[in-house]
C-alpha cells in the first residue's frame, strides 16, 4: 500500500516570498511522484512529476520539487510566488505495479497576499 | 486536441436514487481512471480501466458503484441507491499506458 502525507493544509504567504509546501509519502515499492495544481473553479493540472533520473525537477512556472528517497519526501518550493500561484496543491504517488493509479494527499491551499 | 470531458457537470438527485456520470476520454488513450473528490481532501482512487476491462476496483466504497467501459473509450459510473455521502466532485483521467494521467473538470454530484 502507498500514502501520502502534505503537513500542512494552508499556506498562506506574501506575493513574492519563496513557499515551501511539505510532502512525505510511504511505500514498499519503488515509485513515482507528482505535484497536481487546482486553481479556483477549474481542473486538476500536472505541475510536476518524477519518474526517474534527476531529482530536482523542474515545471515552466518555476517550481521545482526535490525526490528525496532517504526521507521519503518530495517537498515543492518556489523562490518568489505570484498572486495568480492562488490555488490548491496535491501531492500525489503511484507505481507500475499498481497499474499507475495515484494516491493523493490531502492537498494545501496556497494564498498569496499582495 | 479535446481533452478529458466530463457530463453532466452538476447533477443534483434525491436520496435512494439512481444516477449515472458518464467520462469521455482523450481519444487513443487506453487507461481510464475514476477518483471521487470530497470536499476539503483529496481525490481517492475508485477504479481503473485498461481498455473494456476493470483492471482494479479496489477504490469502489460498495456494491452500489458500478462502473462500465464496454467499447474502450466512454466511460460510465453509476451509482445506485444513492447516499447523502455519496455526494462529493467525480474525476475522470486518461493516459496511455505508463503515462501522465490528463484530467476532467470533474461532475459535482449533490445528493439531497
Known amino acids: 500500500a502507498q500514502s501520502v502525507t502534505q503537513l500542512d493544509s494552508q499556506v498562506p504567504v506574501f506575493e513574492e516570498a519563496p513557499v515551501e509546501l511539505r510532502c512525505n509519502y510511504s511505500?514498499?515499492?519503488?515509485?513515482?511522484l507528482f505535484w497536481y495544481v487546482q486553481y479556483p473553479n477549474q481542473g486538476l493540472q500536472l505541475l510536476l512529476k518524477y519518474l526517474s533520473g534527476s531529482t530536482l525537477v523542474e515545471s515552466i512556472n518555476g517550481f521545482e520539487a526535490e525526490f528525496n528517497k532517504s526521507q521519503t519526501s518530495f517537498h515543492l518550493r518556489k523562490p518568489s510566488v505570484h498572486i495568480s500561484d492562488t490555488a490548491e496543491y496535491f501531492c500525489?504517488?503511484?507505481?507500475?505495479?499498481?497499474?499507475?493509479?495515484?494516491?493523493f494527499g490531502g492537498g494545501t491551499r496556497v494564498l498569496v497576499k499582495p | 486536441g479535446a481533452g478529458v470531458s466530463q457530463t453532466p457537470s452538476n447533477k443534483v438527485t434525491e436520496k435512494g436514487k439512481y444516477v449515472e456520470l458518464r467520462c469521455d476520454p482523450i481519444s487513443g488513450h487506453t487507461a481510464l481512471y475514476w477518483y471521487r473528490q470530497s470536499l476539503g481532501q483529496g481525490p481517492e482512487f475508485l477504479i481503473y480501466?485498461?481498455?473494456?476491462?476493470?483492471?482494479?476496483d479496489s477504490g469502489l466504497p460498495n456494491d452500489r458503484f458500478f462502473a462500465v467501459r464496454p467499447e474502450g473509450s466512454v466511460s460510465t459510473l453509476k451509482i445506485q441507491r444513492t447516499e447523502r455521502g455519496d455526494s462529493a466532485v467525480y474525476l475522470c483521467?486518461?493516459?496511455?499506458?505508463?503515462?501522465?494521467?490528463?484530467f476532467g473538470p470533474g461532475t459535482r454530484l449533490t445528493v439531497t
Open positions: 480501466f485498461q481498455g473494456t476491462g476493470a483492471a482494479d
Open positions: 511505500s514498499s515499492v519503488s515509485v513515482y
Open positions: 483521467a486518461s493516459s496511455f499506458p505508463g503515462s501522465e494521467q490528463y
Open positions: 500525489a504517488v503511484s507505481n507500475k505495479a499498481a497499474g499507475n493509479k495515484l494516491t
